[in-house]
């Protein structure tokens, strides 16, 4: 019963180095989310996707670049880190909530710090 | 821009002690989501409240939602140790483009003291 599980679960950047992290969900979700949790902030929203073969900005996008090729996958590339990018990142999923009484679950985050 | 503002953000309180925490949002939503997060860990579903004056009870946790004050409230009864974590309310509202997305508040802290 994997759910959704994020790859890689720890990862420690150099300035400027670029990194891929990885979403996947088996529950056949439409939608897919990436949140950034940095201390008193919340969860904020970066890229979330409706569907496959479609991806949307959120509140905070700089910086980042989004892919979902395949409806089960959702991908978060960092194409120059920086060191304001050191976060908890969480992905998330869920069907369309409208008209269900379903919710989003989340992976269980990556801690990304760069130095 | 939705924003949705919890209150208070940190709360300390006594075990068997009563406390009731808010949420607010600013725009039209008639769906929300509390969710509890310990320590290091993910996000864990609590409630979804899908309608106006929707009420949700779990062991010692009541969530509310007045969808006309734009308001939800999450009570905590004769509280224990182990509710101690921080949590979060998520708004889910409507896009120009249609599409759904999930806006949470900046969440509340809880520590439950013996």
């Known amino acids: 019963n994997a759910g959704v599980t994020q790859t890689p679960k720890f990862r420690v950047l150099k300035t400027g180095q670029s990194m891929t992290l990885l979403c996947a969900q088996d529950?056949?979700?439409?939608?897919m989310y990436w949140y950034r949790q940095d201390p008193g902030m919340g969860l904020r929203l970066i890229h979330y996707?409706?569907?496959?073969?479609?991806?949307a900005k959120g509140e905070v996008p700089d910086g980042y670049n989004v892919s979902r090729l395949k409806k089960q996958n959702f991908l978060l590339g960092l194409e120059s880190a920086a060191p304001s990018q050191t976060s908890v990142y969480f992905c998330?999923?869920?069907?369309?909530?409208?008209?269900?009484?379903?919710?989003?679950?989340f992976g269980q985050g990556t801690r990304l710090t760069v130095v | 821009e939705l924003k949705v503002e919890q209150n208070p953000l940190f709360l300390s309180m006594q075990e068997g002690k009563n406390y009731t925490i808010y949420c607010n949002y600013s725009t039209t939503s008639d769906r929300l989501y509390w969710y509890r997060q310990d320590p290091g860990k993910s996000l864990e579903s609590l409630f979804v409240l899908l309608s106006n004056g929707a009420v949700k009870q779990e062991g010692r946790l009541m969530a509310s939602l007045d969808t006309k004050a734009r308001l939800s409230t999450l009570h905590i009864t004769a509280a224990v140790h182990d509710l101690s974590a921080t949590y979060f309310c998520a708004v889910d509202i409507i896009t120009q483009g249609g599409s759904e997305k999930l806006v949470f508040g900046k969440g509340m802290k809880l520590t439950v003291n013996p």
């Open positions: 996707s409706v569907g496959e073969g479609t991806t």
């Open positions: 529950m056949n979700h439409e939608y």
């Open positions: 998330a999923s869920s069907p369309l909530m409208r008209g269900t009484n379903t919710e989003a679950f």
